[in-house]
């Protein structure tokens, strides 16, 4: 069994250093703007402020908080002249709603049969309906245009951008500018992409979008993007369970899910033979004498077996490919999603495992795996002490505690659903 937390484990930080290159275009400027900018891309601890919500008709029910690397509450404010759009919007909780200096009218009709908080875009600014200016409108297509943005230049409490070039770099740079102020900085999005873009740039993201369509499409895409990201405050309820049979079962298919993020002692994938019973296999990020340490792979098991994914769905390992997103999870049931680089499936002798949660229980949980050293399950923590271990699965015994993720067994494609289903 290996400890999590040994001194002998590789150290893996909880963030990792970043590396430029020598710039060498026209957005050179924009990588040194500011000592603050500087600052903030080398720091690895960089603490988020939450964000102050506003008082008045700026502010109300459309404010979404999402935790981990996304600790911002995310604001989204909706532009555009559809009916259509702006009553998805609404539904979902956001009632700011952006007009033309000429759509006074649309605003007036639409405060006649829906409640919204309509702004303004005029005169360089965003006002209310009372004329009061709640927001600075900043369009911005070069190095030296961005460079004039700084929390420290009389700007309003909302800050709306419009990135009509480069929109990374600047995003990033903006994000950096403004850690620790109290105002909040819009940007202009299109296109769900472009939302998604902003809110995640330099990992914490800008404190809110403005989404600027004529359908809903982008609206359904985006509510269900931070929804997934509010998912990652809830802790997922795991329980101990108990092995009852370990042996071995021939050869098969398994999968290795290579993921672009680093996991850390205590975390992997949640996979089992049914959706009704998860078991936590642990990542390659442990030492070993006779191979280096993989802390972006899981060796999650064969073809057939479920992995758990955003959205509280699961898939087939088989499904999986580059660009699909899983929930990585660790031994307490704290979560954070991750994407898939890439999928690695290959013939290997696999090893049977089947847990109770107790010894009266009827319902049995199971789990192939490869048998080899490098692929554990990872164990229940014992009372009284919150040292979790990995126990490779070559060495599992009948009687050994695991962590088990207990939830509903029937599904329609990934989706829990309500029915009659037997499993063996």
Not at 33 to 38: G, L, V, W
């Amino acid at each position: 069994m290996a400890l999590l937390n040994s001194a002998s484990l590789l150290g893996i930080p909880t963030k990792l250093p970043t590396f430029f290159t020598t710039p060498k275009d026209k957005w050179n400027i924009c990588r040194l703007i500011s000592p603050q900018t500087r600052s903030f891309l080398t720091s690895c601890s960089v603490k988020t402020t939450l964000l102050g919500e506003d008082s008045g008709a700026v502010m109300g029910p459309h404010t979404t908080s999402f935790s981990g690397s996304y600790g911002q509450s995310k604001r989204v404010w909706i532009w555009t002249e559809n009916k259509e759009v702006m009553t998805a919007a609404v539904e979902r909780g956001w009632n700011t709603i952006l007009f033309s200096s000429q759509s006074r009218e649309l605003a007036d009709e639409w405060s006649s049969i829906a409640v919204i908080s309509p702004l303004y875009i005029e005169e360089g600014g965003v006002l209310d309906k009372e004329k009061k200016r709640v927001g600075s409108l900043f369009k911005i297509s070069n190095p030296g245009e961005l460079e004039l943005l700084q929390p420290e230049n009389g700007l309003a409490k909302n800050v709306v951008v419009d990135l009509l070039d480069w929109q990374v770099i600047p995003a990033e740079n903006i994000v950096a500018a403004f850690q620790g102020s109290e105002k909040t900085v819009f940007a202009i999005s299109k296109t769900f992409s472009e939302a998604q873009l902003f809110l995640e740039a330099l990992e914490h993201g800008l404190g809110g979008v403005i989404l600027k369509v004529e359908d809903t499409k982008p609206v359904f895409e985006l509510k269900e993007y931070l929804d997934r990201r509010t998912d990652l405050n809830n802790v997922l309820s795991l329980t101990k369970a108990t092995v009852t049979r370990v042996e071995a079962a021939g050869m098969g298919d398994r999968v290795c899910v290579d993921l672009c993020t680093i996991m850390r002692p205590g975390e992997g994938l949640l996979v089992g033979s049914f959706a009704r019973g998860l078991f936590l296999v642990h990542s390659e990020c442990l030492e070993s004498n006779y191979i280096a340490s993989r802390p972006f792979r899981v060796n999650a098991g064969p073809v057939h077996a479920y992995v758990a994914i955003p959205g509280e769905k699961t898939c087939y390992l088989s499904e999986l490919k580059s660009g699909k997103e899983v929930i990585v999870v660790d031994q307490k049931g704290q979560q954070r999603n991750a994407i898939v680089g890439r999928v690695k499936i290959e013939t290997r002798q696999l090893i049977l495992v089947e847990a109770k949660q107790d010894s009266v229980a009827q319902t049995h949980y199971s789990i192939l795996l490869q048998n080899a050293e490098t692929v554990a399950l990872v164990s229940s923590c014992q009372a009284g002490n919150e040292v979790a271990k990995a126990i490779p699965v070559s060495s599992l015994k009948v009687g050994d505690e695991v962590v088990l993720r207990v939830q509903g067994g029937a599904r329609h494609t990934g989706i829990e659903i309500e029915e009659f289903i037997v499993e063996n």
